[in-house]
């Protein structure tokens, strides 16, 4: 492969996650040039390839045609050489319960950037399992402050899915954008309204979806917030049982911030609800513009952009900082840092 000229990227740097290959691979797709990563996961317990990283790098490379070299488990060290980025109808199986909404990371730039629409369908997995967003924030929260970019991308939610067993299925729909606009979210605003989302699968008897949804509207109450939760009893996934709720806040300067919790075995669905609603309030009080689930995400599509992009965050993370590092290297671009009271300020230069 030596005809090639790599991007070369350490995996082993910065947060030394699943991030770094994530974002290293859409990269590598949108630029169409190819990528040579090492060290992958090396500061994981379990370094190198799991399922749902292994399928997000497949993905990546249906999506562009990609050929693609150390693609398998535990690998930690692959070639990733993308073609072209035609889009089309795609599947892709995790088979595990890792997370749907970490491929969907991976791909949506990708797909974004892609001469056709994308129709993307995702199979066993987990649409809401920790140490990720669920799949309800992605729908209600990434997507429509990715629409004031000019992105035009929708998720329906098939089936939903928990660990362990996972089984959930997401159907990821996406227009091309010849071109990305800036993203100023330099003001928060006053909160204009609060909405969520309160779901569970097969547990309607414990009315689990309207009891987190009820003790996240009483803590929002009893911090001068009236909230609008919807509870949903799903009956999607016989074969796992499971609960989340997502809860976001609208300004009137078009900030949206949000904050998602997960249900779990000892937990009570009302220590559920209340978890969402403090973190929600915790941002709002702060003021910072975009939530710590979105910081790092939507530093992808702000490197993506010609003009000056910003936002305020209220907690500097090691995956923002990575995803920082990541472009910074990747793309030639600078971004700067700087904490102001309380907050920081992300600013993607022109």
Known sequence: MEEYQFFEVDGSQKSGSGTILRLSVALSAITKKPLHIYN?????????LKPQHLEAVKTAGKLCRAKIHGAKMNSKELWFIPYKNIGGNFTSSIGTAGSISALILTVLPICVFA????????????????????INYMK?????????????????????GYYPKGM??????VNPSVYLKPIILDQFGKVCSVNGISVSTFLSNRKVA??????????????????????VYDTSNPIQKGSSIVIWAKTSTGVIVGADAIGAIGKSSEEIGKEAAKKLNVNIKSRATVDLNLSDMLVTFMALTKEKS??????????L????????????????????DNLYQITKNA
């Open 168 to 173: 959930g299925e997401v159907i990821l729909k």
């Open 40 to 48: 992958i996961r090396n500061n994981r317990p379990k370094p190198g």
């Open 210 to 231: 309207e009891r987190q949804a009820i003790a996240a509207r009483d803590y929002l109450s009893q911090n001068g917030y009236s909230a609008n939760i919807k509870s």
């Open 115 to 134: 001469d056709n629409p994308v129709r993307l369908c995702i199979t066993k997995g987990g649409t809401d399992v920790s140490n990720s967003p669920t």
């Open 140 to 160: 209600f929260i990434l997507l429509n402050i990715l629409k004031k970019m000019g992105i035009q991308a929708s998720i329906k939610i098939n089936r939903y």
């Open 321 to 340: 900082e990575t995803n920082i590092w990541l472009v910074e290297k990747l793309l030639d671009i600078r971004f700067k840092v700087k904490k102001i």
């Open 310 to 319: 910003t936002f305020f965050t209220r907690i500097l993370s090691e995956h």
